[in-house]
């Protein structure tokens, strides 16, 4: 499936989960569970998928802390007294948070980085945001690469980071980390307008969906519209 109509069909799932209410817990769940059936036909191994589930993490913390911390008439939750209001909270920001994030894991997996820059530039994106993307897409592993030689070069000289002590090294280490990211940047940048760079991104082939293409790719969204219409209606 073309990337651009991968990407509108996630964005439009995306804010149609996010536009359910709070509390729409049996809905938000059916929604998850067509998040979960979009990720399953992609066909890619758990043992893929897992890891990229980290990113979620910070949003489960805030969830398990919101019960405790939140005003509101308190409810019994097994041996513990919580916050109503912050418990219902929770629950709509895990379903949330995790439809979103199965959706949008179900899309990097089956979408190159060079496609994803493409399909911005079809979807006329502003060329600055075209061009970060390309960038970022382009320059993440040299950067990582830079880290990953840094880190075997503090080793090979005895360096562990077991304890705090360590962290004035680590702090030096991201400071040089950065500037060298910094001057290649300079460099690059130097090195395009030496060719006759205009600071625009450089034309491509359109891409095209099929009618029954982007019928596939806008079902999930559709499905959760028409959720949402019908929650709000009641």
């Known amino acids: 499936m ?11 799932f995306v804010l149609a989960v996010v536009s359910l209410p709070r509390g729409a817990h049996w809905p938000l769940l059916g929604m998850l569970a067509v998040a979960v059936v979009v ?42 007294e919580v916050s109503g209001p912050g418990l219902e ?6 379903l949330k948070g ?11 997996v ?4 060079r496609d994803l820059v493409l399909a911005l530039q079809h979807l006329r994106c502003p060329d600055q945001l075209v061009l970060i993307v390309a960038f970022m897409v382009r320059y993440t592993d040299v950067v990582l690469d830079q880290m990953r030689r840094m880190s075997v070069a503090r080793e090979s000289r005895g360096f562990a980071a077991r304890s705090p002590r360590a962290w004035p090294a680590l702090a030096s280490s991201s400071s040089a980390l950065f500037i060298r990211s910094y001057e290649r940047g300079e460099r690059v940048h130097l090195a395009m307008l030496s060719r006759g760079w205009s600071g625009r991104h450089p034309a491509t082939v359109p891409l095209a969906a ?3 293409q982007w019928a596939l790719a806008l079902t ?15």
């Open 2 to 12: 073309p990337a651009h109509a991968k990407l509108v069909g996630l964005l439009a």
């Open 39 to 80: 990720l399953a036909s992609t066909r890619v191994p758990v043992s893929l998928l897992l890891p990229r589930m980290v990113v979620e993490v910070p949003f489960v913390v805030f969830a398990l802390v919101m019960p405790f911390v939140a005003l509101g008439p308190r409810v019994q939750l097994g041996p513990l």
């Open 89 to 94: 909270a929770a629950v709509t920001l895990l």
């Open 98 to 108: 995790t439809t979103g994030v199965l959706a949008a894991i179900a899309f990097a």
């Open 110 to 113: 089956t979408t190159r980085p």
């Open 210 to 212: 099929t009618p029954a």
């Open 220 to 234: 999930p969204a559709v499905i959760a519209a028409l959720t949402s219409v019908l929650v709000w209606a009641r």
